[in-house]
Structures are given as structure tokens and as C-alpha cells.
């Protein structure tokens, strides 16, 4: 039987996100997914899934989500925590890290998350209609989620159900993202800014605007100087998630999953993948700073950042309910892990 | 449809975006050779992804061509990024000029009033007539440099110059899907009703993005050429129908291969 689970309240900024959409960016389609990807893949572990899976990105105030039908696991991860209300009238309280397993008229209310990002997963992926290979929504072509649009009240998101009861609910630490400036490559135009001004862009602090979105974060600081007012623009060519661009103002604009495929800014720096899923936690008034790196030393953090990743992932455990533990075990567990 | 006038052009240059891209730079403006270029480097690199024989790509998941470079993203984790650059530079200085690979599109275009807004003002900014104005529009052959801005959005270059005109000064807050329009040396079509400053000189019935064609969402691809048909309102009407309905085929557009 196939899990259901609906929307009792689609609450702001959820969005149905996997790893995101490739191969269409030629044709200004760009490759969305969800925000902070370590998150995802969290999420989706505690619950059993592969890390691609589709699930909820929450970017504000939390869904409530009932069971109408099966048995659905779920797991949060990130700064949020959830209600429980059983069918049978028993509150419980949720914490992200540890996976619930909900049936049929259980209804989880999610709480608000002030800033940042943080995912639910569902076991087996929330299985909504792949479009162009990915079922991120991306609202500007209006293609991936429901009907290419964010999480609304009344959406139904079929979804894997269990056969039979699995007795263990897993858990693990929160995934802590590295700390420091966010580090960057620098270019492709940084030849389009004054010395001075790729110095004060690598050592001085910025504060996060207010505007921040799925497709990138304004960032505010002493402005930075172009070599001359005609090198504020460029001929558009080809930008991605974690590009820094200025426009002529001096003040940077970071990209994120769902900018443009192509852009006429010029482009002071391009921050790594290690660190890219840290601008998805990116608050209003945060102050933060960049660092430069070559080459080499980005892809030794991404391979840092997978070392860290293979041992959280190692690091999960679970919990027996008590009613299970005082039952006889010698036949084995209850049921097999899917 | 090949100019020569790549002598003049900027050195080769490889520029990273970060550790997940490679743009190849050919130069720094808008010029037919230069894109020439670009297409010559996709249709190479695309030859090399797909014959398998170089493992240098295996890790590369988009490829976008525009009017002066060619991005190619890979993903870090399965691709040596420094090889690939190696592997790619090589490739552009070995590959030559693709022009006129394209397909070519005949696609209607409604010039009546209400569809075209900025007509009459470009007609008397230019001290032509709009009857004037649409023929040099449907006699001229455009090629799409690059998609982008918003998804199946294209950037077409081969406006007659007496055409050329700036931006508005204040953008409309939202242009009507499907609306012809143009700005500066470009032409366009905006696939999506959105904010734009680009003056519009009339509307086309045909969509220019249909997510559900899997293959190809987007009507246009950069190397394509493209000519404007003048039609009246009650053929636009009737085509503007059978797009909703899912029954104006792409097909019927093109133009035979070599045809002007």
C-alpha cells in the first residue's frame, strides 16, 4: 500500500526539493534542489533513503502534515523541532535528528523556523511527479513539486508506507557545518575590480541583508570599486549556485540554487561547494566574512566535508520502544530495516 | 552566414567558477564569430561526451553555450576539475567554427496595437512607418546567441541596425507572455509573463517553453536562426488556441535545412 500524507496547513517557504535538476541549463533551466544539501542528506538517512531523495525544504513557518493513509516514517534535521498528535489524542514532542513513524491520522505540526533552512525527509521519498528529471520545485518555469508550486494547504504527497511495523526509531547528532569564513575561489572577473577592493572583499566583514531568497543573498559592506564604471557590466556568460557577483552599487550579490543560468554582473569570486551549503543557513544581519583558496585546497575541503559526512552517517543509532524491549527477542527483531 | 572576424579576437581564456565550473572565454563582446567559436567548442565537447573515448568528461552535467564563452559545470566529486580544464582548453583550441548548425524557424508573429505597445513610438523614433518597421522585422534572419535570463528565454542578435534602440527608461512590471521585443543590438521573446524593460513590437502564439516536452522544454536552442511571420489577428487567435490545446506542432515552423 502506498503511504498518503496531506497538507493541513502548507505554513510559508516549503518547498518539495531533491538533489536537483541537471542537464537543462542551456536552457535557462536551473538545477534548484534543495538549499542546503548536507541537511538533505541527513534527513534522508535517518529515515533510510538514498541521498537524492526528494522531500519538504522548510525556509519559514512549517507545515502540518497528517497520514491519510499507511505507515510513514519521517525525519527533521536542522534548527526545528515538530509536534506530534497521535490519532488516539497523545502529544508528543518531535525533535529534529530522530526519525517518527507516523499512521493513518497522526498529524505532525511542524514548528517556525526563523531563518535558514531545514528538511523533512519521508522513508522512500516524497513521490510526486519528476519533471525534467528532478521533482525540485523551481517556481519560475513552474515544472517539480505540486503543479510547480510550493507546499499549499490541500496538497496530497503519495509517499512510501511500511509493510509491516518497524520497531526502531534512528537518531543521531545534528549535523554541525564547518565554521570560519566562507571560503572562495577567486573570479572569474576579479580583474574588473580595483586591488584595493578584491583586498577589502577577502578581509573585511559583510552583513546579510534582508533580501534573501531561493535564488541568492544581498549581502551589505563597504562597497566595493569596479576599474571603471563600464566594468560594472559584463557581456552575460554562464554563472552557478555560490557565485558572488557585484553590480555597479559594490554591493555583493551571492547565487544560490535557483539563480539564473546566465548573468551580466561581473563576478568577484565563487564560493566552494564544501561551503555552499552554509549560505543556506545565511540570517538577516549575520555578519560574515570570505576567504580565498586555490584550487587544491577546495577540493581537499570537499573531501574533508565527505570524511565528516561517512562518519555522522556511521554515527547513527537507534532507540527500541520499551514495549518492545521487554518483549522476547531471541526471534529477532521485529522486522527487517528497509 | 560566416563572418571572419575572428583574427581580431581576445587570447583563449579559462576562467574557473569556483570548483564546480569551467567558463572558456573567447572573448569579451557580442559578435557572430566569436559565437561561432562557442558552437564549434559545445559540438566538439558534445562529439567527445558522446563517443566515450575521453573520461576527462565523464563528470560534466551541463553545458551553456553563450555568446562569447562556453560553461562547462562538472561535479567535483567525480571529475578531476584540473584535468578537465586541461582536457577542455585543449578542445577549444583544436575545434572550429560552428555557425549554421542550427535549425531554422519561421515563427508568426501579431503586430496589431494591443500587442505591440512600443511599435508606433519605435516607427517615429526611427522616422519610418510602422508598415515599414514590421518588414524589416520579417525580413531579417535572426540567430540565437544563448538561452537564459529565465528558462527557454532567447537572446537573438541580427536586429537591423536602423532598428536598434535603448531600453525603456522605466521597466513594466509585467510584460505579457509571448510578447516580441527588443533592446539595444537583441531581439527576444519573453517566454513568461515577467517585469522587462525591452521594447515590445508584437506577439507570437507559439510557446516559447512546453516543460512537457522532455527533450527540449525550450522551443529555441543557441546556433538556431529564426524569421518572423506577420500574421493577422484571426490566424493568431486560432494558433494561440491549438498551442493551449496542446496541437500546434513544433514541426510545422521549421524551415527545410539551407532554405532562407
Known sequence: MQGMIEVIDGGLGNSIQDAGRFGYRHMGITVSGCLDPMLARCANALVGNSPDCAGIEIRGAGPTLEVTQGRVRLALAGEIGATLRRGSGELLVVAAWNSVTLDPSDVLEISYL???????????????????????????????????????????????????????????????????????????????????SVEQ??????????????????????????????????????????????????????????CQTVGGYPKIATVISADLPRLAQLQPGQSLRFCAV????????????????NWWAYGITFDLPDAVINKDLTAGWPCTVG | METTVSDRS???????????????????????????????????????????????????????????????????????????GRALMHLAESAGTASSQGRHWRIPVCFDDDFA???????????????AVIALMTEATFQVYMIGFMPGFPYMGGLPKVLEIGRLSSPRKAVPARSLAIAGEMCA????????????????????????????????????RVCWQAIDRPLYLEMEAAALAGVLARSDLLLPQGDQ
Open chain 1, 114 to 196: 526563523p531563518g535558514g533552512t531545514a528538511f523533512l525527509a519521508v522513508a522512500g521519498g516524497i513521490d510526486s511527479p519528476r519533471q525534467l528529471g528532478s521533482r525540485s520545485t523551481y517556481q519560475r518555469a513552474m515544472i517539480g513539486g505540486i503543479n510547480g508550486k510550493p507546499i499549499v494547504t490541500g496538497n496530497v504527497l503519495p509517499c512510501s508506507s511500511q509493510l509491516r511495523r518497524e520497531a526502531r526509531e534512528f537518531k543521531a547528532t545534528p549535523w554541525r557545518h564547518g565554521d570560519g569564513p566562507i571560503r572562495v575561489v577567486l573570479g572569474p572577473q576579479q580583474g574588473h575590480f580595483k586591488p584595493e
Open chain 1, 201 to 258: 572583499f577577502l578581509g573585511s566583514d559583510y552583513q546579510v541583508s534582508t533580501q534573501i531568497d531561493r535564488m541568492g543573498v544581498r549581502l551589505d559592506g563597504a562597497p566595493l570599486q569596479h576599474i571603471s564604471a563600464q566594468a560594472a557590466d559584463i557581456v552575460s556568460d554562464g554563472v552557478t549556485p555560490g557565485v558572488i557577483q557585484v553590480p555597479g552599487n559594490g554591493q555583493p550579490i551571492i547565487l544560490l540554487a535557483d
Open chain 1, 294 to 309: 586555490n584550487a587544491a585546497q577546495a577540493r581537499q575541503a570537499l573531501l574533508e566535508r565527505e570524511t565528516q559526512w
Open chain 2, 10 to 84: 581576445a587570447p583563449l581564456r579559462l576562467l574557473p567558477l569556483g570548483d564546480t565550473a569551467w567558463t572558456v572565454e573567447f572573448g569579451d563582446r557580442i559578435d557572430p564569430a566569436l559565437h561561432a567559436r562557442v558552437l564549434g567548442l559545445a559540438g566538439a565537447l558534445e562529439t567527445a561526451r558522446s563517443s566515450g573515448l575521453s573520461g576527462d568528461f565523464s563528470g560534466v552535467v551541463d553545458v551553456v553555450p553563450t555568446f562569447r564563452s562556453l560553461t562547462v559545470y562538472y561535479n567535483p566529486l567525480q571529475s578531476d576539475g584540473e584535468r578537465l
Open chain 2, 117 to 131: 505597445p512600443d511599435l508606433d513610438d519605435l516607427a517615429k523614433a526611427k522616422g519610418l512607418t510602422r508598415e
Open chain 2, 189 to 224: 521573446v519573453y517566454p513568461w509573463q515577467s517585469p522587462g524593460g525591452w521594447r515590445l513590437i508584437g506577439k507570437t502564439p507559439v510557446p516559447m517553453f512546453t516543460a512537457s516536452e522532455a527533450a527540449s522544454p525550450s522551443l529555441l536552442a543557441s546556433g538556431d
